[in-house]
T-cell receptor, first 114, second 113 residues
Framework: AQTVTQSQPEMSVQEAETVTLSCTYDTSENNYYLFWYKQPPSRQMILVIRQEAYKQQNATENRFSVNFQKAAKSFSLKISDSQLGDTAMYFCAFMWGSQGNLIFGKGTKLSVKP | DAGVTQSPTHLIKTRGQQVTLRCSPKSGHDTVSWYQQALGQGPQFIFQYYEEEERQRGNFPDRFSGHQFPNYSSELNVNALLLGDSALYLC????????????FGPGTRLTVT
């Protein structure tokens, strides 16, 4: 069975600085996708960034980038130039195949301080 | 372009009662997945509907059932409610033959007393 582990329950960062959230996963599959979702206090789950396992190049979306290490089964999220609006729960998620279900980690609560 | 919508926003029920939650997918999406998110936890997959049939199911008892309508909207039904069913219920939609990202609605907060 696939599992997703986020080892940092809480993190904080100063505004404008950089922070990295960790995620590891366990799977024997080859065709899978990885995601980072953000859930602010308003509770709407928002897709931040995605990575296809078959792509070697790390995904980037504006201030958000990932470090995808397939052999190590590691998928960390780097947030550059942190903003107050980045304060939220961040969930790492795994999907096997293109129409499977999402398997989530327990989340990391990120606080951005002014 | 309307995103995923869910109703109601909040719901309070008593143990043993039955509840129905509703979801309308994002325009152009044909697949609906339901997740249960307990307080302080990540979402857990309940089931997924495509072409009006349950395509996948997570580790949830038969008290949890669903339906998808021809317009792709979906319902989640929970019978014989338990205190442990108190959670945020999230609906996510996607397009079966397109991009695989799932887009989430704002959720329904269910409290069982």
């Amino acid at each position: 069975a696939q599992t997703v582990t986020q080892s940092q329950p809480e993190m904080s960062v100063q505004e404008a600085e950089t922070v990295t959230l960790s995620c590891t996963y366990d799977t024997s599959e080859n065709n899978y996708y990885l995601f980072w979702y953000k859930q602010p206090p308003s509770r709407q789950m928002i897709l931040v960034i995605r990575q296809e396992a078959y792509k070697q190049q790390n995904a980037t979306e504006n201030r958000f980038s990932v470090n995808f290490q397939k052999a190590a089964k590691s998928f960390s999220l780097k947030i550059s130039d942190s903003q107050l609006g980045d304060t939220a729960m961040y969930f790492c998620a795994f999907m096997w195949g293109s129409q499977g279900n999402l398997i989530f980690g327990k989340g990391t609560k990120l606080s951005v301080k002014p | 372009d309307a995103g995923v919508t869910q109703s109601p926003t909040h719901l309070i029920k008593t143990r043993g009662q039955q509840v129905t939650l509703r979801c309308s997918p994002k325009s152009g999406h044909d697949t609906v997945s339901w997740y249960q998110q307990a307080l302080g936890q990540g979402p857990q997959f309940i089931f997924q509907y495509y072409e009006e049939e349950e395509r996948q199911r997570g580790n949830f008892p038969d008290r949890f059932s669903g339906h998808q309508f021809p317009n792709y909207s979906s319902e989640l039904n929970v019978n014989a409610l338990l205190l442990g069913d108190s959670a945020l219920y999230l609906c996510a939609s996607s397009f079966d033959r397109g991009a695989y990202e799932q887009y989430f609605g704002p959720g329904t907060r269910l409290t069982v007393t």
